[in-house]
């Protein structure tokens, strides 16, 4: 069947799906092959489970064709990428396991996915039917995905201007957000809410999910990472690419770094292992990035500068209420003593500017306990107090939010067991609000 493609077809095309060479997916015909899919039936062993669904072409090695100038790779015969002895469609290649329906439709999925992705395989990305590399990792079709196929379309944010606005289940909804990077042209983040409310949504904990899309769409061997609540705060790179330092964590905890190879070199990369610390919550509500590092993952010294913020306010059964603004870079810190018993980091914002806008605190427990927060006027006047119940040590977050009252000083207390700390919070609301529905 190859052999008969090639008198008729041209397959230089296959050529163009490097991420250093520009590729196009055009409308209609063009007498190229782009893809190419075999679907078949043949049973390796039909004395025993003829009916298994294993199936195997039986070739290996390379198939040349448009006169020796390219080939197709069917595998050592053991265990390449290709197959058990060729190009299969066994549930795990050179384990002759049995498949089902539904497996056999992933992978046939997945190879039309290279169609918009080119020939990279997408690690540790929360796509179902997507170029999933490695086990496990769909957590239903995200919506990068979809929406190159058509069958959504994103709500594009402007990011230069500071907003609230609620955002409803992905899942169940199709409604995404997607941020481009001011300055960089054809690069974005895609913001999805996942509430776990659909059978098919495998999301470890319901949060907002923010993944990182770069290179721009001449090139199809699009590429995206996941910004995960845990990771990639705390940290730039030297002259020699190599990570240094720079303040702490603004939600505490460790941030991760991890090393990957594109095209044989060696880039640092935020970590997205795929665990319920990649969502940001309630008790990890802020993402705020001072400088968005080399959008196409080159670090050649083309970061673009920001002082773009996203907070999540609240959240319901189904819908998450979000803040963006601008301003100087987020720093939520629990203070180099967190291992005490009980330690409450730097207010955040402070001041505070909108009475939507929630001051944070990072607060550090040593064990479980409950903590009881009163905010208090300069003349003593109690403003606000509630309490936290916290089932095991950690770091948390607790809220106030300044609704309703005068600009001017404010006190807090946090108290947790005999011990007690206090701190100060400044609002001083600007003149005309900067929200915008």
């Not at 997607?178 to 895609?190: D, E, V």
């Not at 319901?316 to 720093?331: E, L």
Request: aromatic share 16%; charged share 20%; with cysteine.
């Amino acid at each position: 069947m190859i052999t008969w493609l090639d008198q008729k077809y041209d397959f230089s095309s296959y050529d163009q799906w490097s991420v250093s060479r520009p590729y196009n997916v055009h409308p209609g015909p063009d007498e190229k092959i782009d893809l190419m899919l075999v679907f078949f039936r043949y049973c390796q062993e039909p004395w025993f489970l003829p009916y298994s669904g294993v199936s195997d072409l039986g070739f290996t090695g390379y198939v040349f064709v448009d006169n020796f100038e390219r080939f197709f790779y069917g595998g050592d015969g053991y265990a390449q990428d290709s197959g058990a002895s060729g190009v299969t469609v066994t549930k795990r290649s050179g384990w002759f396991e049995i498949t089902d329906y539904d497996w056999a439709f992933s992978i046939a999925a997945h190879e039309i996915m290279h169609k918009l992705y080119g020939d990279s395989h997408l690690t540790r990305l929360f796509g179902k039917l997507g170029l999933i590399g490695s086990s496990g990792s769909g957590r239903g079709m995200m919506s990068f995905e979809k929406a190159c196929l058509g069958w959504m379309t994103y709500d594009v944010l402007d990011m230069t201007r500071d907003t609230i606005l609620t955002l409803t289940d992905y899942m169940t909804t199709d409604r995404a957000l997607l941020m481009p990077i001011p300055g960089a042209r054809y690069y974005y983040y895609a913001v999805e809410w996942r509430a776990k409310i659909d059978e098919y949504d495998d999301a470890p904990v319901p949060g907002l999910y923010i993944y990182r899309i770069f290179n721009p769409p001449v090139n199809r061997q699009k590429r995206l990472t996941v910004e995960s609540a845990d990771g990639r705060w705390d940290w730039t790179l030297n002259e020699n690419n190599r990570p240094v330092k720079l303040r702490p964590n603004p939600l505490g905890g460790r941030s991760k770094l991890e090393v990957i190879k594109i095209n044989d070199k060696e880039y640092f990369a935020d970590g997205n292992w795929g665990d319920e610390q990649d969502a940001f919550t309630l008790k990890r509500p802020l993402w705020s990035f001072y400088g968005n590092p080399t959008p196409d993952f080159i670090f050649d010294g083309d970061t673009i500068h920001t002082q773009f913020n996203l907070q999540i306010i609240s959240v319901t059964d189904s819908t998450a209420t979000i803040k963006t603004f601008h301003g100087a870079p987020a720093v939520l810190s629990v203070p180099d003593n967190a291992a005490a018993g009980f330690s409450v980091g730097t207010a955040y914002p402070n001041p505070a500017s909108s009475e939507q806008q929630p001051v944070t605190l990072p607060i550090h427990v040593a064990e479980p306990g409950v903590l009881v927060f009163r905010v208090f006027d300069t003349r003593g006047k109690l403003i606000k107090q509630k309490s936290a119940p916290y089932y095991s040590a950690g770091e948390y977050n607790i809220h106030w939010t300044p609704h309703g009252v005068p600009a001017g000083l404010y006190f807090f207390v946090a108290t947790f067991g005999a011990e007690h700390r206090t701190g100060k919070i400044l609002y001083l609301p600007t003149s005309g609000s900067l929200l915008n529905n």
